[in-house]
């Protein structure tokens, strides 16, 4: 059955890739969440989307421009009365330790080249014993292959916008278990043809429900969402069926 990950937590709901955001994915009975992460200026790993913290905190400036302390003071809540921090993936992978979600977690290395960024997410990682329930994922692909190299014991997962040619093959070159495509520049001809040849695939972001319907009768792998609960009611249409 097509697993339900909850992009950025239950952000369509609550402030994204916080930790409220998280736990409310995990309560609403999603598969998994998938989170963002960026280094602050002294090597601390956190979880945010932009480069800036601008668009999802009360803060202006980048992310590496901040120590962590201070880039803890911020409000990550945009979404409600109660103040929130942005999350450190410490903070994420101990909660993990009390349920069995997926994580699915995406380094946000395509514009900044955040240094030593792979080898402290995998040291983490490694150090809570969640290497089996993890896929690290990102747009720069070089990253990944490096993860990959570090710890092929941990799922790796290329991000990609435009259709690749026969990605399963290029998923098998690069040593990676699936891939995470814009799910409207992939065909159920791919989706099919890649799970066929043993590639996980999991598409993102996906909100609407003709879109959710399409993945569930292609028995996706997996789709990732800003609304896991209405991902939940429809998927319960298919777990009826025979």
């Not at 799970?195 to 292609?218: C, S």
Request: net charge neutral; charged share 25%.
């Amino acid at each position: 059955m097509t697993q339900i990950i909850a992009h950025r937590g239950y952000s369509a709901q609550f402030a994204e890739n916080t930790m409220n955001s998280f736990i409310e994915a995990e309560k609403a009975g999603a598969d998994g969440i998938e989170l963002d992460v960026q280094l602050t200026k002294d090597g601390e790993i956190v979880v945010i989307h932009d480069e800036k913290v601008d668009r999802t905190t009360s803060g202006k400036g980048f992310v590496k421009g901040f120590l962590f302390k201070e880039i803890r003071k911020l409000n990550a809540n945009t979404k409600g009365f109660k103040k929130e921090p942005i999350p450190s993936l410490i903070e994420v992978l101990e909660w993990m330790q009390t349920n069995r979600l997926v994580c699915n977690i995406e380094l946000k290395n395509g514009l900044i080249p955040y240094e030593g960024m792979e080898e402290k997410v995998i040291e983490l990682v490694s150090s809570y014993g969640l290497s089996d329930r993890i896929i690290i994922s990102s747009f720069n692909h070089y990253s990944i292959v490096y993860c990959y190299r570090l710890a092929p014991e941990i799922e790796t997962a290329p991000l990609f916008i435009e259709g690749i040619y026969m990605p399963w093959i290029y998923c098998k070159s690069i040593r990676a278990k699936g891939i995470h495509p814009k799910h409207s520049t992939v065909s159920d001809e791919i989706i099919k043809t890649s799970i066929d040849n043993g590639v996980a695939v999991r598409p993102y972001t996906v909100n609407k429900e003709l879109h959710m319907h399409r993945l569930f009768k292609l028995d996706c792998t997996a789709f990732i969402t800003d609304d896991p609960v209405k991902a939940l009611r429809i998927r319960k249409q298919y777990e009826k069926r025979p």
